[in-house]
């Protein structure tokens, strides 16, 4: 499975992006976003699986960022808004094939996109 990430720029604080991630095929049970600042962690952002549409969040972006999908296009977006400065990072989506309900760890996803950076200026 190829993943292939967009959507990232420059935006202001308090501003929105929308990022996407398209998959080239559909054999997996759930999507996720993370991210990684600069001198950090690749931290959990968000999930959903794909055939129920259970979503999770990580409490950091709760309330701020939507992650949804569409599966005739085999896409999952992220819909980031009330951007803070703090959100700057870059962005990668990723799949896991299996149910864990370990949506949050980045070990358990099989294929990772190339990331999109996201810069909030202040």
């Known amino acids: 499975v190829q993943l292939q990430a967009s959507g990232g720029g420059l935006v202001q604080a308090g501003g929105s992006l929308r990022l996407s991630c398209v998959a080239s095929r559909r054999t997996f049970y759930g999507m996720g976003w993370f991210r990684q600042g600069p001198g950090k962690d690749r931290d959990f952002v968000a999930s959903?699986?794909?055939?129920?549409?259970?979503?999770h969040y990580a409490d950091s972006v709760k309330g701020r960022f939507t992650i949804s999908r569409d599966n005739a296009k085999n896409t999952v977006f992220l819909q980031m808004n009330s951007l803070k400065p703090e959100d700057t990072a870059v962005y990668y989506c990723?799949?896991?094939?299996?149910?864990?309900?370990?949506?949050?760890?980045?070990?358990?996803?099989?294929?990772w996109g190339q990331g999109t950076l996201v810069t909030v200026s202040s």
């Open positions: 990723a799949a896991e094939s299996s149910v864990s309900g370990r949506y949050y760890s980045s070990s358990q996803y099989d294929w």
């Open positions: 959903i699986t794909w055939n129920g549409g259970v979503t």
